[in-house]
Structure formats: structure tokens, C-alpha cells
């Protein structure tokens, strides 16, 4: 069975930074594409940052461009989310996903493998 789990969410004061964890298992990983998705309350859920199919690419979404930072091990059994500068509208749970299909570049989440979610919550 397919797994995600999320930790390292929690509280943390603006202009902080929190480091999200994602492990994975149920099958390998090697050959797709894998990252973050979040979702404030009353919002659609949005595209965060993502690895690619090879892990040669990274990709993230303009509005966490230069701040957070997206890593994986060798085979993307832990997938994590360095976040630095940290804004209260980054306030949201963040969920951790892989994509269902190989060899993708990118991740659409439109065919993908979910987690629970961690909540992240930024004080200002």
C-alpha cells in the first residue's frame, strides 16, 4: 500500500522557519515526480514546490520562490520542505504527494498519491 506521512508542521513566529518531513513507502519512488501541495481554510489547494521524476529538477510556486527549498534522499523516500521567512498567509496545511504516473517532469497533482496533511501555523 502507497504511504505518505507528513511531520514537522507546528507554530512559528513570522520571519521563522520550519523544516517539513515526508516519508514515503509501498513502492519505489525513483521515477516520480514528488512535492507539496497546501491549503488554507476557505481555499483552493494550491501547488507549492515539486521534484522532478529524475530529481535533477526542482520547481516552485511564485509565491514561495526564494524562500522555501524542496530536497530529497537518493531513492525520495523522505521528501523535505526547508521554509525560511515564513509569512502568516503561509499559514495552511501542507500535504506531501507522488505522482501516480512515471517519468512525469513535473507534479500536477491531478494524478497523484496523497498524505494527511501537517498544519503549518505563522504568528505575525
Known amino acids: 500500500q502507497v504511504q505518505l506521512i507528513e511531520s514537522g508542521g507546528g507554530l512559528v513566529q513570522a520571519g521563522g522557519s520550519l523544516r517539513l518531513s515526508c516519508a514515503a513507502s509501498?513502492?519505489?519512488?525513483?521515477?516520480?515526480?514528488m512535492g507539496w501541495f497546501r491549503q488554507a481554510p476557505g481555499k483552493e489547494r494550491e501547488f507549492v514546490a515539486s521534484?522532478?521524476?529524475?530529481?535533477?529538477?526542482?520547481y516552485y510556486s511564485d509565491s514561495v520562490k526564494g524562500r522555501f527549498t524542496i530536497s530529497t534522499d537518493n531513492l525520495k523516500t523522505t521528501v523535505y520542505l526547508q521554509m525560511n521567512s515564513l509569512k502568516p498567509e503561509d499559514t495552511a496545511v501542507y500535504y506531501c504527494a507522488a505522482d501516480k504516473d512515471p517519468y512525469n517532469d513535473n507534479l500536477s497533482g491531478l494524478n497523484a498519491y496523497w498524505g494527511q496533511g501537517t498544519q503549518v501555523t505563522v504568528s505575525s
Open positions: 509501498g513502492r519505489t519512488y525513483s521515477s516520480y515526480a
Open positions: 521534484v522532478s521524476c529524475s530529481g535533477g529538477s526542482a
